[in-house]
């Protein structure tokens, strides 16, 4: 039996600093719930000289990896690098010495998560994941373990908390793109360089990794259906309230007999739906199962320590599994062969604003182009004029697929009565 759990930490930023914190402020806890203490032996950093605002003594630091993954008293390596070549090599190398890890890392773990996890099986070792997504929301650890005896069917969620903050600030204060952006970068929840987070890449990089567990499969990050907030444009969210709706940058995943569809991108959701009132920096997750029924996750998506207790949380189970000889029992082979669904089977219904020109005789040639495709419509809505002399039209179509759209738009671009198509978004919000 151990009398103590010596960690190995790999990076000392912001979820890594968090992670020392907790470590150190609930030791006591800690310590109760397990048996053992837990302390963090060696860190891993670029400057081992560097004068830092911690607990942990200066001794402990250093800019050598093996120092920390070959260290035979050190029984967990906990990966916040960022980045994905040295971090994955650096939970290879782990995993190959025999060694449980925690990460942190989503890039990681979307791209290479299937090879990781397959190591982990083969060198009966732990590899544990929660803080990937939703920051300090225990999503992984109930698609594992709390819905573990349920089919899920399908995904839902706000999983970019970047994005979601500056909907948030366009729509209630009615703030400019650029202005809910530079609010963002300001206050900590938009990166330097916000590109991943806007262009949608991180929430992809999310929703493959929940996808992939909650289905049971090796979903790749490349299947996944991408645009990104970009492709809103000046007068979207206002006529998204006029017609009962919140605009939001969501994720979707579904899983029936005809394979997997999975998208991020940025939707039209019916307002009487729990995911049109997460606002600001919060993510959420609604679930929908065969037996649970419909549920919803919600909280913190980013910061320090919410995503620092995350991984916490994953090192007291890594640390259970220690003291009780189970470490690497979990198998994670998939279950199920992977099949992505084409666009003809994704089923949907789209919201078009479509710029015309002011003339008699348009609308029905945009309603035959419709009907040309096997569109049906459910609102047809002549909106307010443009500065060159157009006018915006309004189409919402009943469920059609997302080949049915993607060709309605192509024949729209190539029509003469039409300026151009200002913008489309999904609409969703009913149980799907």
């Given at each position: ?8 930490l ?5 979820v890594?600093?968090?992670?020392a ?5 609930h ?36 800019t ?7 260290d ?22 782990a ?37 990937s ?90 299947d996944?259906f ?35 569809e ?20 919060f ?17 913190p ?8 207790t995350s ?19 979990r ?13 003809k ?40 004029g ?20 993607l ?25 799907r």
């Open positions: 039996m151990k009398n103590e759990i010596n960690i190995g790999l990076g000392f930023g912001v890594g600093s968090g992670v914190e907790i470590l150190h402020r030791q006591e806890d800690l310590s109760h719930k397990l048996g053992v203490p837990v302390k963090i032996k060696k860190v891993l950093v670029k400057d081992a000289t560097k004068k830092r605002d911690t607990v942990l003594a200066q001794e402990i630091f250093t050598d990896s093996d120092e920390v993954i070959e035979p008293s050190i029984d967990l390596i906990v990966e916040v690098i960022g980045g994905t070549i040295e971090a994955k090599q650096a939970i290879e190398k995993l190959r010495a025999g060694k449980g890890v925690v990460t942190a890392n989503k890039d990681v773990m979307a791209q290479f998560g299937h090879e990781l996890l397959k190591l982990a099986d083969e060198h009966k070792c732990d590899l544990f994941y929660e803080a997504v939703g920051g300090g929301i225990p999503l992984i650890r109930t698609l594992e373990d709390g819905l573990a005896s349920d089919r899920i069917r399908a995904l839902t969620g706000i999983v970019n908390g970047t994005t979601n903050f500056i909907l948030t600030k366009m729509k209630h204060e009615k703030k400019t793109y650029e202005e809910a952006l530079a609010e963002a970068t300001e206050l900590g929840f938009a990166e330097a360089d916000p590109s991943a987070d806007v262009d949608g890449m991180d929430a992809a990089r999310k929703m493959t990794i929940l996808a992939s567990l909650a289905f049971s499969t090796e979903v790749r990050l490349e996944v991408v645009r990104g907030m970009k492709d809103i444009q000046n007068g979207d969210l206002a006529l998204a309230e006029q017609f009962g709706f919140t605009v939001k940058m969501a994720g979707f995943a579904k899983k029936d007999d005809d394979g997997i999975i998208s991020v991108e940025p939707v039209f959701i019916q307002n009487s739906h729990p995911l049109a009132s997460v606002n600001n920096e993510n959420a997750v609604y679930v929908y199962g065969d037996t649970v029924g419909e549920t919803m996750f919600y909280g998506g980013a910061g320090s320590l919410p995503t620092a991984v916490t949380g994953d090192i007291v189970a890594a640390c259970r599994n220690l003291l009780l000889g189970v470490n690497g029992k198998l994670h082979a998939p279950q199920h062969a992977y099949t992505v669904k084409e666009d089977q994704i089923i949907g219904r789209y919201f078009h604003r479509i710029s015309v020109k002011d003339e008699v005789g348009v609308l029905s040639k945009l309603a035959s182009v419709y009907s040309n495709h096997g569109a049906s419509l459910a609102t047809v809505v002549q909106h307010e443009d500065n060159n002399g157009g006018v915006d039209l309004i189409m919402i179509t009943h469920s059609i697929s997302r080949q049915q759209h060709d309605i738009m192509n024949e729209l671009h190539n029509t003469p009565a039409v300026n151009g198509v200002v913008s489309y978004y999904r609409v969703e919000g009913e149980n």
